[in-house]
């Protein structure tokens, strides 16, 4: 299963390292200041709002067939027609709640119901998309979820690269071809992954009974609770920032130029949980231990994560001014708290995995939900008095509380050990990588200095064997 692990993973970072970053930092950045702060950031903020409403689309659906499928492969042709249909129907629910209570109860004029139905369509495509893919994953063929994983990216960079500069039109860049782009992405994307199943598992028959559906719900109940809750202190920060403050519109599209970069790198982490749901499930459900493949998995992400944000949050001002025309400044404050979050995301995207395949969702909704109130709280008393900075601390004190239960109940649940050595290794990398962060800034200027010292981390990391390359190499030559 390691073997399996590093092989597959090897390839969807590659496949993401050649697309994802020109998507967020090339086309993403590109949109943003084509359309500028304001009018992103109402854009942002009908997105997220969208995202609290995820519940009603998904219902924990994908996790559901993902574990299913990777535990016994015949789930595809048993449930794959009957989730379909109930995803579609549950997409209509989705939609008319959405616009309902952005109308009625947000009272949003006319061209922000416009933006949310948008979001609310694309919310749709990508969820389909995703139940599609959960069920490649679930099927092991990685190479194939590894190409949709970027797909839809790719396509987005080809049609929002004509809009934005093939001369196509000589009319400003709008925000609504941005997601113009994006629902077709997903379309051409989600097609071609319904395609794979087809030709993977033939033809499937409509099971819709009420004993199954029960069922399905009954197993799918608490996956739901969990990403609704999680979705909430994650996403509730950019509808917050429009309503609390009296730019709002403004604010939130400064906090999405800070988040950029922070989106980007939970992209990479999102990668290692999608890649090791299923091999924690299959693993678990026969029995196999999961110490070595945990311990690989964090010292591959949380060395990047640390060496990233450490990078990012000294050089702020240098890659916001690199990255954007307008309100610079006010952006390179607040990234250093937003970015810190990622270690702890990162850590829970590992952590947080291997409890949801081990079937812990009692646990980890109690988590969430005590989660969700912190940052609920925090965001409603904090964004008055501090602004923008006051939703990225909420962020990042809901995700320390959040990963350190998680690793808690991993810790005792898996009777984990790791020994004084391998604790005053990462405590000198930590060390180490502060020192180097300031003394990159001795070898160049601003993105050069961010860059050399990107380099010198992963460097340090393999000198100490945290990256460890000849242990990788000989796994995959070993076939473990």
Same mark, same amino acid.
């Given at each position: 299963?390691?073997?399996? =692990?590093?092989? $597959?993973?090897?390839?969807?970072?590659?496949?993401?390292?050649?697309?994802?970053?020109?998507?967020?930092?090339?086309?993403?950045?590109?949109?943003?200041?084509?359309?500028?702060?304001?009018? /992103?950031?109402?854009?942002?903020?009908?997105?997220?709002?969208?995202?609290?409403?995820?519940?009603?689309?998904?219902?924990?659906?994908?996790?559901?067939?993902?574990?299913?499928?990777?535990?016994?492969?015949?789930?595809?042709?048993?449930?794959?027609?009957?989730?379909?249909?109930?995803?579609?129907?549950?997409?209509?629910?989705? +939609?008319?709640?959405?616009?309902?209570?952005?109308?009625?109860?947000?009272? /949003?004029?006319?061209? #922000?119901?416009?933006?949310?139905?948008?979001?609310?369509?694309?919310?749709?495509?990508?969820?389909?998309?995703?139940?599609?893919?959960? $069920?490649?994953?679930?099927?092991?063929?990685?190479?194939?979820?590894?190409?949709?994983?970027?797909?839809?990216?790719?396509?987005?960079?080809?049609?929002?690269?004509?809009? +934005?500069?093939?001369?196509?039109?000589?009319?400003?860049?709008?925000?609504?071809?941005?997601?113009?782009?994006? &629902?077709?992405?997903?379309?051409?994307?989600?097609?071609?992954?319904?395609?794979?199943?087809?030709?993977?598992?033939?033809?499937?028959?409509?099971?819709?009974?009420?004993?199954?559906?029960?069922?399905?719900?009954?197993?799918?109940?608490?996956?739901?609770?969990?990403?609704?809750?999680?979705?909430? /202190?994650?996403?509730?920060?950019?509808?917050?920032?429009?309503?609390?403050?009296? $730019?709002?519109?403004?604010?939130?599209?400064?906090?999405?130029?800070?988040?950029?970069?922070?989106?980007?790198?939970?992209?990479?982490?999102? +990668?290692?949980?999608?890649?090791?749901?299923?091999?924690?499930?299959?693993?678990?459900?026969?029995?196999?231990?999961?110490?070595?493949?945990?311990?690989?998995?964090?010292?591959?992400?949380?060395?990047?994560?640390?060496?990233?944000?450490?990078?990012?949050? #000294?050089?702020?001002?240098?890659?916001?001014?690199?990255?954007?025309?307008?309100?610079?400044?006010?952006?390179?404050?607040?990234?250093?708290?937003?970015?810190?979050?990622?270690?702890?995301?990162?850590?829970?995207?590992?952590?947080?995995?291997?409890?949801?395949?081990?079937?812990?969702?009692?646990?980890?909704?109690?988590?969430?939900?005590?989660?969700?109130?912190?940052?609920?709280?925090?965001?409603?008393?904090?964004?008055?008095?501090?602004?923008?900075?006051?939703?990225?601390?909420?962020?990042?004190?809901?995700?320390?509380?959040?990963?350190?239960?998680?690793?808690?109940?991993?810790?005792?649940?898996?009777?984990?050990?790791?020994?004084?050595?391998? =604790?005053?290794?990462?405590?000198? =990398?930590?060390?180490?990588?502060?020192? +180097?962060?300031?003394?990159?800034? /001795?070898?160049?200027? &601003?993105?050069?200095? =961010?860059?050399?010292?990107?380099?010198?981390?992963?460097?340090?990391?393999?000198?100490?064997?945290?990256?460890?390359?000849?242990?990788?190499?000989?796994?995959?030559?070993?076939?473990?």
């Amino acid at each position: 299963m390691q073997r399996k =692990f590093i092989t $597959n993973l090897g390839l969807l970072l590659l496949l993401n390292l050649l697309i994802k970053p020109f998507w967020v930092l090339g086309i993403g950045v590109s949109v943003q200041k084509a359309v500028g702060p304001e009018t /992103y950031g109402v854009y942002f903020a009908m997105l997220n709002f969208s995202f609290l409403f995820q519940l009603l689309l998904d219902f924990g659906i994908n996790n559901f067939q993902n574990r299913n499928v990777a535990r016994k492969e015949d789930m595809v042709s048993k449930y794959f027609l009957t989730l379909a249909i109930l995803k579609l129907v549950l997409g209509v629910v989705f +939609l008319t709640t959405v616009f309902s209570v952005g109308k009625y109860i947000m009272k /949003y004029s006319d061209y #922000y119901l416009y933006l949310l139905l948008l979001v609310g369509i694309n919310q749709v495509l990508m969820s389909f998309l995703l139940y599609l893919r959960a $069920n490649i994953a679930g099927l092991h063929l990685f190479v194939v979820d590894s190409i949709l994983s970027v797909l839809d990216r790719l396509i987005m960079i080809i049609l929002c690269g004509l809009l +934005l500069w093939g001369g196509i039109t000589n009319q400003k860049f709008q925000i609504e071809w941005f997601a113009y782009a994006q &629902g077709l992405a997903y379309l051409v994307s989600a097609l071609l992954a319904l395609t794979v199943i087809i030709s993977h598992s033939g033809l499937v028959k409509i099971n819709i009974n009420s004993a199954d559906l029960k069922f399905i719900f009954r197993s799918s109940f608490p996956h739901a609770m969990l990403a609704l809750i999680m979705t909430i /202190y994650f996403k509730i920060d950019a509808v917050m920032i429009e309503h609390l403050l009296p $730019n709002g519109a403004q604010e939130s599209g400064i906090y999405a130029q800070a988040y950029r970069l922070l989106e980007m790198a939970v992209m990479f982490a999102f +990668l290692f949980a999608n890649l090791l749901y299923p091999i924690f499930s299959r693993m678990l459900a026969n029995g196999e231990r999961i110490n070595e493949l945990l311990t690989l998995a964090s010292k591959l992400l949380l060395a990047p994560a640390i060496i990233f944000t450490t990078g990012v949050a #000294y050089y702020s001002f240098d890659l916001m001014d690199f990255l954007f025309d307008e309100k610079v400044a006010e952006t390179a404050s607040v990234l250093p708290i937003l970015i810190a979050t990622f270690v702890p995301m990162a850590a829970s995207y590992i952590f947080g995995t291997l409890l949801t395949a081990n079937g812990s969702l009692r646990y980890l909704n109690i988590v969430a939900f005590n989660a969700m109130i912190l940052n609920l709280l925090m965001n409603y008393f904090l964004i008055p008095v501090l602004g923008i900075e006051g939703a990225a601390w909420a962020t990042l004190a809901t995700s320390i509380l959040v990963v350190f239960l998680q690793v808690s109940a991993t810790w005792l649940q898996f009777k984990l050990k790791y020994g004084v050595y391998v =604790f005053l290794r990462f405590t000198a =990398f930590v060390i180490g990588t502060g020192v +180097l962060v300031i003394m990159s800034e /001795y070898v160049g200027k &601003g993105i050069i200095s =961010f860059l050399v010292f990107n380099i010198l981390g992963l460097g340090f990391a393999m000198l100490l064997r945290i990256l460890d390359l000849r242990q990788l190499s000989a796994l995959v030559k070993r076939g473990e």
